[in-house]
């Protein structure tokens, strides 16, 4: 279709400015998502040669790229590659559906923590524990069937001709507040020894993850995330709100639903294994947004920030605290601390 | 659809409403309506609040869909297009709007060009000078690289219009631009659409001024709950009687000493009376 505007020519000095503004916001986010990598991979090569063996990062290159089957190598890359590696992609995975969601439903509080869906993985997670057992595999799949359970749940109450993102965002407290009960309830029924091991879970962890454990959400991750990159065009144009993105040509209520569904697989694929980590979801997009300067949340940035932002808590978690710690500790006081802030913060701009 | 009027020259229109009913949820805002945009038109609509006329134009760019009846695009149920199609024809200003934080004049206007862009597709060089050019012709060129949310109202409701413009579509609906303009800026507007028009793109406005609708249309559509109560060429329709019976305002109707258009004076003169 050949456009029949016929506008005036543009000056070149309206020209320059525009590149130079997008040069330099995209400039920006290009460096900022540069360094957020290159801290991601040496906060990851110090992990890896921290602990009771340790090892310079270039010995930790080393005792990878050496063939033998020596001790320092099996250490790295089995016993603190599969931790370390959860901990930079679940951060990321994390980070992403925060992005999503945040966005979705223009509110820095509308995060997958937030509106009820790690509460309802717990609860699946407790259902299965209390009654079946605590076997890793079953755990995932309570943690699963409780997830997404909760997410469509949270999804058919906010309905009422579309979904408004306030609305899923009040509905989604509410479910957490009633779920958050319902787990309660749970561990207190529960044997003593049950609930011990019910509650570790329930912190969020990846202590004594093993390859077999997290493989499969590596898997499912790496398949959400060409789907997210498809629909990030669509994802900016429901910015706008909904009408602008329509009269763009966006099929707004399939585009937001397919978004739904992609950052509830990422986030349960995460929480099945590793338990419902809080504040990643939660905070990586909006420091990255600020890190950026950018339009909305940036979704590269965001996923790269809470890949350094989980590998930061877990390290901490492990190393700098008394005792180690479950990492879910460190993310919901450091998560708490900002919450509030955030809190506050929107408080104060609603008012002014 | 074409239909001979009265001089017998052919009146075509690319865009119709054909017997819609529109409604939000059990609200019926009209019902049985039928609307055709002339071709070419600068077509401009105008009615008290609450009408309808909102709800029209959402109607007419798929944004409602009618509970009756249907919307017609070059001869096609627009219900029938892909969505990106349909947008890369007709586009909307609508009456409110939100930027992202933090988002840039330009790269808001770009966003404008998401129709003609695919997954394979992005940003091309024709995106570009299509951004250019709106931005130029609605005066936010020099705003490029602030960011939207520190413009005023007035310089934030041109960088709208530019989106739309950017948006490069034959017809154009637009839903009170000149809202949040000082007078000079509201003339600019309507001249620099004028000429949009003049160069060939059909336009649809909403307009609450009547002696602005009555000098820009060439075409104008008053509305009053929910139905047509007039529609013509502005020197045929517009009359005291119409804007009393619309309006419920008592005025006389004389000729623009500029531009020859019908002028309503109101009759009332508050407190000095
Ligand atoms: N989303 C909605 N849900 C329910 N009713 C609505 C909705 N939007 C508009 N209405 C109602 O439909 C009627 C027509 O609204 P519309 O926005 O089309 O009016 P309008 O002519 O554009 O008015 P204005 O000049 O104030 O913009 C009004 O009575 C309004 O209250
Ligand atoms: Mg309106």
Request: glycine content about 10%.
């Amino acid at each position: 279709m050949s456009a029949s505007l016929d506008l005036p020519e543009a000056p070149a000095s309206a020209e320059q400015a525009r590149a130079g503004a997008v040069r330099r916001t995209r400039t920006r986010a290009g460096v900022v998502s540069l360094s957020l990598v290159a801290a991601v991979v040496v906060l990851g090569l110090v992990a890896l040669g921290t602990g009771s063996l340790r090892m310079t990062p270039l010995e930790v290159v080393d005792s990878i790229r050496d063939l033998g089957a020596g001790y320092p190598r099996y250490v790295v890359l089995h016993e603190r590659l599969p931790r370390i590696l959860a901990a930079a992609v679940f951060g990321a995975a994390l980070g992403l559906a925060g992005a999503v969601f945040q966005s979705l439903t223009r509110n820095p509080l509308g995060s997958p923590d937030v509106i009820g869906f790690s509460t309802g993985s717990y609860t699946g997670a407790l259902v299965v524990i209390t009654t079946i057992g605590t076997s890793a595999s079953a755990v995932a799949g309570g943690a699963l069937v409780g997830g997404i359970g909760t997410a469509l749940l949270v999804y058919a109450l906010a309905w009422q001709g579309g979904v408004a993102g306030f609305r899923l965002i009040i509905v989604g407290i509410a479910v957490t507040a009633l779920l958050a009960s319902v787990n309660t309830y749970l561990l207190l029924r529960a044997k003593l020894e049950v609930a011990v091991a019910a509650a570790t879970w329930g912190a969020g962890s990846l202590n004594l993850l093993t390859w077999g454990d997290v493989v499969p959400a590596l898997v499912l991750i790496g398949l959400l995330l060409p789907v997210v990159a498809a629909l990030s065009g669509p994802l900016r144009q429901l910015e706008l709100g909904d009408d602008a993105a329509r009269a763009h040509g966006v099929r707004v209520e399939p585009v937001r639903l397919a978004l739904i569904v992609t950052a509830v697989g990422l986030t349960a694929a995460v929480t099945a294994v590793a338990g419902p980590i809080a504040f990643v979801a939660l905070s990586a997009p909006q420091v990255a947004h600020r890190l950026c300067r950018s339009a909305g949340l940036p979704l590269t940035a965001s996923a790269l920030t809470g890949a350094f932002l989980l590998l930061l808590a877990d390290f901490a978690a492990q190393h700098w605290m008394p005792q180690a710690l479950p990492v879910g500790v460190v993310t919901v006081v450091v998560g708490g601390v900002y919450l509030l802030w955030l809190l506050a913060h929107e408080a104060r701009r609603k008012a002014a | 659809m074409t239909e001979i009027s009265p001089t017998g020259e052919a009146r075509t229109s690319r865009l119709a409403a054909e017997a819609v009913t529109l409604a939000y949820d059990r609200r019926v805002v009209s019902t049985d309506l039928t609307v055709e945009i002339p071709d070419g038109s600068f077509t401009v609509i105008i009615g008290p609040n609450g009408c309808g006329k909102s709800t029209l134009l959402r109607s007419l760019v798929r944004l409602l869909k009618p509970s009756s009846g249907q919307v017609v695009l070059d001869g096609r149920a627009v219900s029938d297009y892909r969505a990106k199609e349909a947008a890369r024809l007709v586009g909307l200003l609508p009456q409110t709007s939100q930027a992202p934080d933090g988002i840039t004049v330009a790269d808001l206007v770009g966003r404008g060009r998401y129709p003609h862009q695919g997954l394979i597709r992005q940003w091309s060089p024709a995106d570009k000078e299509a951004v250019d050019r709106a931005m130029a012709a609605t005066g936010v060129a020099d705003l490029a690289s602030r960011p939207v949310d520190q413009l005023s109202g007035g310089q934030r409701q041109r960088v709208w219009v530019a989106m739309a413009l950017a948006q490069e579509t034959p017809l154009l609906l637009l839903d009170e631009p000149t809202t949040y303009l000082d007078i000079a800026h509201q003339i600019d507007l309507l001249d620099l659409l004028a000429q949009l028009n003049r160069a060939g793109s059909t336009l649809v406005a909403v307009l609450h001024d009547l002696n602005q609708a009555t000098r820009y249309a060439t075409h104008l559509i008053v509305m009053k709950d929910g139905a047509i109560a007039a529609e013509g060429a502005p020197r045929d329709v517009f009359t005291p009687e119409l804007v009393h019976d619309v309006f419920g305002l008592p005025c006389v109707v004389i000729e623009d000493p500029v531009s020859g258009t019908p002028l309503v004076v109101p009759t009332s003169l508050g407190h000095r009376e």
